[in-house]
């Protein structure tokens, strides 16, 4: 396991204890979640770009039943 350190001003680590201690995890887990949550959208934004670029490209759209149909959901 690896351990970081972070430096912050004691009003932001009363705020993050005081958010941990309101959702019953530790700082440690509560910072782990926030960043790889903030990871996780900067991956859905990019992807939501590439597929903006590629409708660009070429503008097909399909309807909900046909999106079913084709994946088996119905």
Same mark, same amino acid.
């Given at each position: 396991?690896?351990?970081?350190?972070?430096?912050?001003?004691?009003?932001?680590?009363?705020?993050?204890?005081?958010?941990?201690?309101?959702?019953?995890?530790?700082?440690?887990?509560?910072? /782990?979640?926030?960043?790889?949550?903030?990871?996780?959208?900067?991956?859905?934004?990019?992807?939501?770009?590439?597929?903006?670029?590629?409708?660009?490209?070429?503008? /097909?759209?399909?309807?909900? /039943? /046909?999106?079913?149909?084709?994946?088996?959901?119905?």
């Amino acid at each position: 396991m690896v351990a970081a350190s972070i430096e912050m001003s004691e009003e932001e680590a009363r705020i993050f204890e005081d958010y941990a201690k309101h959702h019953n995890v530790s700082v440690s887990d509560a910072m /782990k979640s926030a960043l790889s949550e903030k990871i996780e959208d900067e991956y859905d934004a990019a992807d939501l770009l590439e597929a903006v670029a590629h409708f660009e490209k070429e503008p /097909k759209t399909h309807s909900l /039943k /046909k999106c079913e149909k084709k994946m088996c959901y119905r």
